[in-house]
């Protein structure tokens, strides 16, 4: 019998030295794993972010399907659709009520088929969980969850009727979330050590519409609480109103504030959650509200990340790497300033949604002058129009050529373009109406864009804005320059000293100059080269002078990519 023991003993001791020496051993390749393929991240320096894959600077150029094209059905219509975009990065949906039929059975068919694909198409991805919230509604909760609204409560409106939005106090969702999400980003840590995922979006855009806010009972508890002292830190209110309710310290913005405290306590878990087991970058998206006139609350989503709350939610929900803003706008003013509320010292400028529209392609340079990590426009897939038949030039690719045209023109320089604009050394605009001229300063040398003139003439803009420039400074006197329907040129511009003491004069003949310290300084192009980017690599294609530099650097509809060296005389 003792014998027996020790022997029941030793197996015992045997298997746990064996499971703890398998332990180790999964977790030395998982740290190799992580050495050769780093996960990607967002790092900061100097104000500015990058988002790192490989271990570099990476831009995505992305495009996002429309909502019902992650299926086995429909895939096939979205990768013809990156490869004519020359996208890097495909945005798509996983369906909470794909990945979980039934409470707790996972099925990862989708992601795994959506995985492989992608790879296959040498494309990464940026995954979009559909969970709790999308579009303020709770649309892509699992059925046997919908068929529960009692336990998977909705938001409350002030009459007392439930409304098509999920409740941010439904704790029985907010552990069903946390247990999908969590589950999911398991698997995704298993399945992906390629990286093949950069990012993933928790939720769609979040919040309620309809009503600003739950009017539960318990909703009407915490809404006649004191506000909590991490929201009065982040919303900058005195410590004289640390006693007072909602209602008292914020008034009229007291329920939108009030939501967006919820919802992104919520959602701050989930992430936090799935950031614990596989720590990608991961970001949530809004439906803006007017960022000029802001309308008052109702007029927009309420509870969402909009501009007016995103001090909230980068308090409540840390783990939450970008809040980031789906731009719907053609109007020049209110898109520049959704870039500018979005590109913030704690937030690096993700534009995830935007419309692939001629008239809008040009804000794409906008946000790469804000330092954006990624641009996204939605719905460019087949699933919406027949893909043309192999070789036929179709009027039904259309919808694809204004986001073709900048990935086609910044494609093959993604990388130079993420680190240049991480290193702060690029600038880039569109052409705004209006606004004929536009100045970037870099040192010694302004580079000024003109939109729409004529060889020499006063600038004249055509009607449809479509101008877009960019520059970067690779040497004190060298410039990598590129654009489109712009025409782009440098003129001294002395040292900021100067510039700070002394009233400098621009010349107005035809090459540009400026009279800096009492001298005449005049810009000369030592070399115009003309090249195409090849691995990060310029590759010298031809020299352009006379009649191509006589009168400045002209982009048309083309691509175009020159290394410029100037000098005075
Ligand atoms: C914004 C949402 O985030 C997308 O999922 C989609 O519904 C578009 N609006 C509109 O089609």
Request: charge should be neutral.
């Amino acid at each position: 019998m003792r014998i027996k023991m020790k022997l029941v003993k030793n197996l015992i001791i045997a298997a746990a030295f064996l499971a703890t020496a398998a332990g180790i051993a999964v977790q030395a390749q998982e740290k190799a794993q992580t050495k050769a393929n780093p996960v990607p991240s967002i790092v900061q320096k100097d104000g500015r972010y990058a988002l790192m894959v490989d271990g570099a600077p990476y831009l995505m150029l992305g495009m996002q399907t429309n909502n019902s094209s992650d299926w086995p059905a429909t895939l096939p219509q979205v990768w013809p659709a990156a490869e004519a975009l020359h996208v890097n990065t495909v945005e798509t949906p996983i369906y909470w009520e794909q990945f979980e039929p039934r409470p707790g059975q996972f099925d990862y068919t989708q992601i795994d088929t959506v995985l492989a694909q992608a790879r296959a198409h040498h494309l990464h991805l940026v995954i979009l969980w559909f969970g709790t919230w999308k579009n303020g509604s709770q649309h892509y909760m699992p059925e046997w969850m919908k068929l529960e609204p009692e336990k998977y409560s909705h938001v409350i409106n002030k009459r007392g009727e439930p409304v098509d939005s999920p409740s941010p106090f439904a704790q029985a969702s907010l552990d069903a979330d946390i247990h999908a999400f969590t589950a999911f980003m398991k698997h995704l840590k298993a399945a992906d050590p390629q990286r093949t995922v950069l990012m993933v979006q928790v939720e769609n855009e979040t919040g309620t519409w309809g009503t600003l806010r739950d009017y539960s009972p318990q909703a009407e508890k915490l809404f006649a609480a004191p506000v909590p002292a991490d929201v009065l830190k982040a919303m900058n209110v005195s410590p004289g109103s640390r006693t007072a309710n909602w209602q008292d310290v914020f008034g009229t913005e007291a329920e939108v504030n009030f939501h967006a405290w919820a919802i992104a306590r919520y959602v701050g878990q989930v992430a936090a959650a799935g950031k614990a087991v596989y720590p990608l970058p991961l970001y949530v998206n809004a439906a803006l509200r007017d960022p000029i006139k802001p309308g008052a609350p109702g007029s927009y989503e309420s509870g969402g990340p909009t501009d007016n709350v995103l001090n909230i939610w980068k308090a409540e929900a840390p783990a939450i790497d970008v809040l980031a803003p789906d731009i719907y706008s053609n109007d020049t003013a209110t898109y520049l300033k959704v870039l500018d509320l979005y590109h913030r010292p704690d937030n690096a400028l993700f534009v995830p949604e935007t419309s692939g529209s001629v008239a809008n392609a040009r804000f794409f340079f906008s946000a790469l002058g804000r330092q954006a990590i990624g641009y996204s426009p939605f719905g460019l897939d087949y699933t919406r129009t027949p893909a043309p038949q192999a070789g036929a030039t179709s009027a039904q690719d259309s919808f694809l050529q204004p986001t073709a045209q900048n990935y086609i023109l910044i494609g093959p320089m993604m990388r130079d373009i993420a680190r240049l604009n991480f290193e702060g050394k690029l600038q880039a605009v569109a052409e705004e109406p209006g606004t004929p001229t536009q100045t970037l300063h870099f040192g010694d040398w302004d580079a000024f864009v003109t939109y729409g003139s004529g060889r020499g003439a006063a600038p004249r803009q055509g009607s449809e804005p479509t101008g877009r420039a960019l520059v970067a400074q690779l040497k004190d006197n060298q410039f990598l320059v590129t654009g489109m329907n712009a025409h782009i040129d440098f003129r001294p511009a002395g040292t900021e000293q100067q510039r700070k003491s002394q009233q400098i004069v621009n010349g107005s003949g035809q090459t540009p100059s400026a009279q800096i310290d009492g001298k005449w300084l005049h810009r000369q192009f030592l070399k115009v080269e003309e090249g195409t980017y090849e691995n990060s690599v310029f590759k010298f294609r031809r020299i352009l002078n006379g009649d191509q530099t006589d009168y400045g650097l002209n982009f048309s509809s083309a691509p175009l990519v020159l290394r410029v060296s100037v000098a005075t005389y």
